[in-house]
């Protein structure tokens, strides 16, 4: 089978330096990617790195190779094309149907899904101009991921950095495996924890549990791509946050509840995907835990910590609002899984087998969602997004 091919369009701005990160996930993931620079972005990066990154020559301007009329054949070819960095004047360029390097010409051919990531100054971003611009690239079906918040060039900080590469490539992916669909969850707010809850007994040591937050995070990004605003309550993972989704950090499961409760005042649906620790230590200790020198430990006593996802169903914020739970079972998977979601009161339960090996960390995951009107779907052994797919599917037609 043919390479999916990928026109990575780089325009000028400082964030040039991170496409390089994205194009080297995309050629390694089996994509034959064509860099298209503005001639600004070199000043950035040079040819030669487009060039040896991507295997294929990289130009600027539709004077060079003219007798393959690249400013036509690039665009109609791609299965992709990809903006990172966008920035306010390629936008605007794109918006109009302005033509006047290879990017912008590769742009009015292309027939195949559009991508923009873009990334400026906040105020930029901001501007009523780029606003209405990348309304109209989105009326138009073009994908324009939200910027990121964060550090800008120099010391400033705020809204228009661009997207960590990994987030951008899992977007590619997306819109390559499903193309540009109706936003199905547009206009609605969901809620989904994340992670794995800490219980500290002492300055440096916790209770903790194995959850890495992937499940959590594909179904936030997941979400987002189909058009919710989306909060996304991360307990202490490490992975970049989703494109366009609100990040709230939190640490122990008391701190999770305060976060899901408040994110859950307005949304429509929540999904319960952190691993939320059943029990805290009883007591905390300011200092540091010694030995003593011939004495056994004191036990670890342990205290119950709210049930959340029981908590949130049992006293709905909205009426109608979609609340998942997730079930880690080792045995008796789909009985077990039964009880709980009674027991829970949720409308959805992902019921997933795990063990030393299986799930916690890995890329993949293998499911079968529990409904409350008795309603049972398989999800084959697949990556994480797969799995949030089906979520989705399933809220969706909920809220319906
Ligand atoms: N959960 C929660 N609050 C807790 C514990 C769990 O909201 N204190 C949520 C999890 O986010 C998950 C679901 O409940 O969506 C199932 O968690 P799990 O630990 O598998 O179930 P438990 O009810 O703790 O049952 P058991 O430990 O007996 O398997």
Known sequence: MDKPKVVLGVSGGIAAYKACELLRRLTESGHDVRVVPTASALHFVGAATWSALSGNPVSTEVWDDVHEVPHVRIGQHAD?????????DTLAKAA????DDLLTNTLLTARCPVVFAPAMHTEMWEHPATQEN???LRRRGAVVIEPAVGRLTGVDTGKGRLPEPAEIFEVCRRV???GVAEPDLKGRHVVVSAGGTREPLDPVRFLGNRSSGKQGYALARTAAARGARVTLVAANTGLPDPAGVDVVRIGTAVQLRDAVLKAAQD??????AAAVADFRPATYAAGKIKKQDGQDPDPIVLVRNPDILA????DRARPGQVIVGFAAETDDVLANGRKKLERKGCDLLVVNEVGESKTFGSEENEAVVLGADGSETPVP?????????TVWDLVARRLR
Do not use: F, N, W, Y
């Not at 992709?80 to 306010?88: E, I, M």
């Not at 908590?311 to 049992?314: G, H, K, L, V, Y």
């Open 381 to 389: 052994h697949g990556p994480k997004e797969a799995l949030a797919e």
């Open 311 to 314: 908590e949130i169903s049992a």
């Open 267 to 272: 949304a429509d649906a929540v999904v319960m």
């Open 96 to 99: 109009h149907g302005l033509a």
């Open 80 to 88: 992709l094309v990809v903006v990172a960095p966008a920035t306010a």
């Open 176 to 178: 390559l495996a499903r």
């Open 134 to 136: 990348v309304a109209t």
